[in-house]
């Protein structure tokens, strides 16, 4: 019997002895650890993230309207749950908050702040503006000059690089003062170029000396409440959505401010998480399938420890000693690099222009400590993985001494997932949006879990596949490896997982995107029938339009606006709030303007109350001409609108039209900036294109004419940032999984020396046993990538119907990469260690 000393003494010399089979798996659990700290930090960096505050930075407390919609339904057999989405337009606060404000004890001023924009009156960008009043929020305060004092002075921001006496937007600069490019007008005039008269996008209150934050916005909200006051959308928001003023102290300022940052937030949270759980799936297949090799080819060394009188207890407590010595290194090493690969992508996000504008990004020092716990993750993992993996040699009779093969139960379980895999995939085809992608990624997570227990019958079953072309063109080397891949089709199997995982995730990730993608561009290309197209960065005026449809040679004038809109839905009982892409027309003409491919009802009858839907989510809501849907606009007010029109290229347009009226009234930025023109049947197209720029350059100075291309897709908040970090996500845990190949490769060789000694015993040239490994390594390439590219395939083609109605598309690049990468990691792993193998006699 082994006592208790020699259990360590055991677990001491199995690390020496296998010092050769353990370095081979401790690169991919250093990597494993790296990729798993660097996951948990970016999540805990995005979770503590909040738009910055830097326009109202010196106000201790700011007043704004409620930047938030809710939802509230009753899941089947629960309780009610109440889900919150960001709005992405200004919710305003009325002017006479002002008042009551001003009354408060403790404050010493309460002062109006509104963003707006200046016309250059050139082909120049217009220029931000803020009242001077405003600057003291920040503050901001003069350099140069002095204050201004009627509506034709102003005061430039120091990023405008002007001095006093300069013409900026048509107004005379008389000062000049600190922080970026800003023109401050008087307040007057920064009253009636907002726009809106009666309400302010936010109200800084600045304390008396001695009055604390705490105190003052206490007081506040008590003022507020007896006053009554809501914000401007409150007569319209939907039943049970808040319209209360908010006291926002603190960072939670930042809402107010840039309002882009909390959804940019939310999106990128939704990504991390994804891209985490994906990370940890293929972390616990390598761990698993590592740890499960590594201890298959020792199977006779621990059957010999029973034999000799090694208990159960004693034969695990051996194993996960040793698989924790060797682990605990490994991941400590990826838990430090960890921290040098989040920087990176910190910086890389900030260097391309792809973090979200005005979202800010913490790193406390204690949030570099997630990576030991990752670690500890790693090693925890691997050590129950080694458990499972020798639990039924601990559990066999000291004297069995079969090495045992695959069983049917295994067989049958593979064939169970293969089975499930194919179902989640046809569920898939008949869902929409997140439905349709977390049936198509169960899909193929289950496909190569079930490839990865049918590895030995599917390896065995290639052999006899290509028994022909290995005998005809490897000679004695190919009778070997297929004498081999009969024999211990296990081993053959397990190298197989791995190759299976990196050609599934690789082709599932890339084709996905690449054919959305591929799907918008083309959808793009068709939607727009006009001839030119109009832009305006300052904003035509309303007369615009009319001159220019009475322009000769003109046809349609269509003016656009984009926004997003909420809807409010049920999903398998769960509430549901989906920010969604809305495009606002001019409806008169737009059919001779854009090509929406209606499949039902007419775009003629568009105008406000009516709104025409995408077929994809008239499909998933069973919305038709006639039905009725209620969405909230950006501002959080709600409406019913009567259906009148479906169509096709949502991807393109958005998954709403609606006439332009009804959007901008509840838009931040209601500037015509896009106009489509449609030139008539006969029309000379040179003459019209003068004849439309004459008019913008009497009514709109600045405006340019040009060809109308492809309209610009809808854009999600944070999408740049999203797409930076997908495309490191797969690279990684492509490498990962290539690495991995590596690794169990390396470790069947492992174990083959006694075999190869054999072989060179019998008289076998180098160049024999390279051609077997050669085949071999044939073998398992096409394997692999047969069964990876139909595990991707199954659940990309029901992905790509749910979303865009197309067969799924890869680029010949993408995927001559993922083919080259599995091959290299196969060459890697299995023609390599041979060089040394076979130079000694």
């Given at each position: 019997?082994?006592?208790?000393?020699?259990?360590?003494?055991?677990?001491?010399?199995?690390?020496?002895?296998?010092?050769?089979?353990?370095?081979?798996?401790?690169?991919?659990?250093?990597?494993?650890?790296?990729?798993?700290?660097?996951?948990?930090?970016?999540?805990?960096?995005?979770?503590?993230?909040?738009?910055?505050?830097?326009?109202?930075?010196?106000?201790?407390?700011?007043?704004?309207?409620?930047?938030?919609?809710?939802?509230?339904?009753?899941?089947?057999?629960?309780?009610?749950?109440?889900?919150?989405?960001?709005?992405?337009?200004?919710?305003?606060?009325?002017?006479?908050?002002?008042?009551?404000?001003?009354?408060?004890?403790?404050?010493?001023?309460?002062?109006?702040?509104?963003?707006?924009?200046?016309?250059?009156?050139?082909?120049?960008?217009?220029?931000?503006?803020?009242?001077?009043?405003?600057?003291?929020?920040?503050?901001?305060?003069?350099?140069?000059?002095?204050?201004?004092?009627?509506?034709?002075?102003?005061?430039?921001?120091?990023?405008?690089?002007?001095?006093?006496?300069?013409?900026?937007?048509?107004?005379?600069?008389?000062?000049?003062?600190?922080?970026?490019?800003?023109?401050?007008?008087?307040?007057?005039?920064?009253?009636?170029?907002?726009?809106?008269?009666?309400?302010?996008?936010?109200?800084?209150?600045?304390?008396?000396?001695?009055?604390?934050?705490?105190?003052?916005?206490?007081?506040?909200?008590?003022?507020?409440?007896?006053?009554?006051?809501?914000?401007?959308?409150?007569?319209?928001?939907?039943?049970?959505?808040?319209?209360?003023?908010?006291?926002?102290?603190?960072?939670?300022?930042?809402?107010?401010?840039?309002?882009?940052?909390?959804?940019?937030?939310?999106?990128?949270?939704?990504?991390?998480?994804?891209?985490?759980?994906?990370?940890?799936?293929?972390?616990?297949?390598?761990?698993?399938?590592?740890?499960?090799?590594?201890?298959?080819?020792?199977?006779?060394?621990?059957?010999?420890?029973?034999?000799?009188?090694?208990?159960?207890?004693?034969?695990?407590?051996?194993?996960?000693?040793?698989?924790?010595?060797?682990?605990?290194?490994?991941?400590?090493?990826?838990?430090l690099l960890a921290v040098p690969a989040f920087l990176a992508l910190h910086t890389a996000l900030v260097a391309r222009g792809?973090?979200?504008?005005?979202?800010?990004?913490?790193?406390?020092?204690?949030?570099?400590?997630?990576?030991?716990?990752?670690?500890?993750?790693?090693?925890?993992?691997?050590?129950?993985?080694?458990?499972?993996?020798?639990?039924?040699?601990?559990?066999?009779?000291?004297?069995?001494?079969?090495?045992?093969?695959?069983?049917?139960?295994?067989?049958?379980?593979?064939?169970?997932?293969?089975?499930?895999?194919?179902?989640?995939?046809?569920?898939?085809?008949?869902?929409?949006?997140?439905?349709?992608?977390?049936?198509?990624?169960?899909?193929?997570?289950t496909l190569v879990i079930g490839c990865a227990l049918l590895g030995p019958w599917i390896a065995a079953a290639a052999v006899?596949?290509?028994?022909?072309?290995?005998?005809?063109?490897?000679?004695?080397?190919?009778?070997?490896?297929?004498?081999?891949?009969?024999?211990?089709?296990?081993?053959?199997?397990?190298?197989?997982?791995?190759?299976?995982?990196?050609?599934?995730?690789?082709?599932?990730?890339?084709?996905?995107?690449?054919?959305?993608?591929?799907?918008?561009?083309?959808?793009?290309?068709?939607?727009?029938?006009?001839?030119?197209?109009?832009?305006?960065?300052?904003?035509?005026?309303?007369?615009?339009?009319?001159?220019?449809?009475?322009?000769?040679?003109?046809?349609?004038?269509?003016?656009?606006?984009?926004?997003?809109?909420?809807?409010?839905?049920?999903?398998?009982?769960?509430?549901?709030?989906?920010?969604?892409?809305?495009?606002?027309?001019?409806?008169?003409?737009?059919?001779?303007?854009?090509?929406?491919?209606?499949?039902?009802?007419?775009?003629?009858?568009?105008?406000?109350?009516?709104?025409?839907?995408?077929?994809?989510?008239?499909?998933?809501?069973?919305?038709?001409?006639?039905?009725?849907?209620?969405?909230?606009?950006?501002?959080?007010?709600?409406?019913?609108?009567?259906?009148?029109?479906?169509?096709?290229?949502?991807?393109?347009?958005?998954?709403f039209l609606l006439s332009r009226t009804e959007l901008i009234r509840h838009t931040t930025d209601n500037r015509l900036t896009?106009?489509?023109?449609?030139?008539?049947?006969?029309?000379?197209?040179?003459?019209?294109?003068?004849?439309?720029?004459?008019?913008?350059?009497?009514?709109?100075?600045?405006?340019?004419?040009?060809?109308?291309?492809?309209?610009?897709?809808?854009?999600?908040?944070?999408?740049?940032?999203?797409?930076?970090?997908?495309?490191?996500?797969?690279?990684?845990?492509?490498?990962?999984?290539?690495?991995?190949?590596?690794?169990?490769?390396?470790?069947?060789?492992?174990?083959?020396?006694?075999?190869?000694?054999?072989?060179?015993?019998?008289?076998?040239?180098?160049?024999?046993?390279?051609?077997?490994?050669?085949?071999?390594?044939?073998?398992?390439?096409?394997?692999?990538?047969?069964?990876?590219?139909?595990?991707?395939?199954?659940?990309?083609?029901?992905?790509?119907?749910?979303?865009?109605?197309?067969?799924?598309?890869?680029?010949?690049?993408?995927?001559?990469?993922?083919?080259?990468?599995?091959?290299?990691?196969?060459?890697?792993?299995?023609?390599?260690?041979?060089?040394?193998?076979?130079?000694?006699?």
């Amino acid at each position: 019997m082994v006592r208790g000393s020699g259990v360590r003494l055991l677990a001491r010399r199995a690390g020496q002895q296998h010092r050769a089979a353990w370095s081979t798996t401790l690169a991919a659990l250093a990597l494993t650890s790296l990729l798993l700290g660097a996951a948990a930090l970016s999540v805990a960096s995005v979770a503590l993230g909040q738009p910055g505050v830097t326009a109202r930075a010196g106000a201790p407390v700011v007043v704004a309207g409620n930047q938030n919609t809710r939802f509230t339904a009753k899941p089947w057999g629960s309780e009610a749950e109440t889900v919150h989405a960001a709005l992405t337009e200004r919710v305003r606060v009325p002017r006479a908050a002002l008042g009551v404000l001003r009354e408060v004890e403790g404050v010493r001023a309460a002062v109006p702040d509104d963003e707006f924009t200046i016309r250059t009156g050139a082909g120049d960008p217009p220029l931000p503006g803020r009242s001077w009043e405003a600057a003291s929020l920040t503050p901001y305060g003069l350099r140069e000059g002095r204050p201004p004092r009627t509506p034709g002075e102003v005061v430039a921001g120091a990023g405008l690089r002007a001095g006093p006496g300069q013409r900026l937007a048509g107004r005379r600069v008389v000062g000049v003062a600190e922080g970026p490019g800003v023109l401050y007008v008087t307040a007057t005039e920064a009253r009636r170029l907002a726009g809106h008269p009666s309400s302010v996008d936010a109200i800084g209150v600045l304390a008396e000396p001695g009055t604390s934050t705490r105190q003052l916005s206490a007081r506040v909200r008590v003022a507020l409440g007896r006053a009554r006051l809501k914000d401007t959308s409150a007569a319209s928001r939907a039943e049970g959505d808040p319209a209360g003023l908010r006291v926002l102290t603190g960072d939670g300022r930042g809402a107010a401010e840039n309002l882009g940052g909390t959804p940019a937030r939310s999106a990128l949270l939704e990504l991390l998480g994804s891209v985490t759980a994906s990370l940890v799936l293929v972390a616990l297949l390598v761990i698993c399938s590592l740890a499960a090799q590594a201890l298959h080819q020792r199977e006779p060394e621990l059957r010999l420890l029973r034999t000799i009188g090694a208990t159960p207890r004693q034969l695990r407590a051996a194993v996960g000693r040793e698989v924790s010595r060797k682990a605990a290194p490994a991941a400590l090493w990826g838990a430090l690099l960890a921290v040098p690969a989040f920087l990176a992508l910190h910086t890389a996000l900030v260097a391309r222009g792809a973090r979200p504008e005005g979202l800010v990004l913490p790193t406390p020092v204690w949030m570099f400590l997630l990576p030991l716990g990752t670690a500890a993750l790693t090693v925890g993992v691997a050590r129950l993985a080694a458990l499972l993996a020798c639990a039924r040699v601990a559990r066999g009779r000291p004297a069995d001494s079969t090495g045992g093969g695959s069983g049917k139960g295994r067989k049958a379980a593979g064939l169970i997932l293969l089975t499930a895999g194919a179902s989640s995939a046809g569920t898939a085809a008949l869902q929409r949006g997140e439905a349709a992608a977390a049936a198509a990624g169960a899909a193929a997570v289950t496909l190569v879990i079930g490839c990865a227990l049918l590895g030995p019958w599917i390896a065995a079953a290639a052999v006899r596949l290509l028994r022909g072309p290995l005998r005809k063109l490897g000679g004695v080397g190919g009778r070997l490896a297929e004498t081999y891949g009969t024999a211990d089709s296990r081993r053959l199997g397990a190298a197989l997982t791995p190759v299976v995982l990196v050609t599934a995730f690789a082709g599932v990730q890339l084709s996905a995107t690449a054919t959305v993608d591929d799907q918008t561009s083309r959808q793009a290309a068709r939607a727009v029938r006009a001839d030119l197209a109009v832009t305006a960065p300052g904003g035509l005026p309303a007369a615009a339009l009319d001159r220019l449809r009475d322009t000769d040679g003109v046809a349609a004038v269509t003016g656009l606006a984009r926004s997003t809109v909420v809807l409010a839905r049920k999903e398998t009982g769960e509430p549901r709030l989906e920010r969604l892409p809305a495009l606002g027309v001019t409806p008169h003409g737009v059919t001779a303007t854009l090509a929406s491919d209606v499949r039902e009802g007419s775009l003629a009858a568009l105008r406000p109350g009516r709104i025409a839907v995408g077929a994809d989510r008239a499909r998933s809501q069973g919305l038709h001409p006639g039905s009725t849907v209620r969405i909230r606009f950006g501002d959080g007010a709600e409406r019913a609108l009567r259906v009148v029109a479906v169509y096709e290229r949502s991807l393109a347009l958005g998954d709403f039209l609606l006439s332009r009226t009804e959007l901008i009234r509840h838009t931040t930025d209601n500037r015509l900036t896009r106009v489509l023109v449609a030139t008539a049947p006969g029309a000379d197209p040179a003459r019209t294109r003068a004849a439309v720029q004459r008019v913008l350059d009497t009514t709109a100075p600045g405006a340019r004419t040009g060809p109308a291309g492809p309209p610009t897709p809808p854009r999600t908040e944070g999408e740049d940032a999203a797409r930076l970090i997908s495309g490191i996500a797969v690279t990684a845990i492509a490498a990962l999984a290539a690495l991995t190949v590596v690794s169990t490769l390396r470790l069947v060789q492992a174990g083959r020396r006694r075999e190869f000694a054999l072989l060179r015993v019998l008289g076998a040239v180098r160049g024999q046993l390279r051609r077997m490994l050669a085949a071999e390594a044939t073998v398992l390439t096409l394997a692999g990538l047969a069964c990876g590219a139909a595990a991707a395939v199954l659940p990309l083609t029901a992905l790509s119907f749910a979303l865009a109605r197309s067969l799924p598309s890869l680029p010949l690049s993408q995927a001559a990469a993922v083919v080259a990468l599995a091959t290299a990691a196969i060459t890697a792993g299995m023609l390599w260690p041979i060089r040394e193998r076979t130079r000694s006699r």
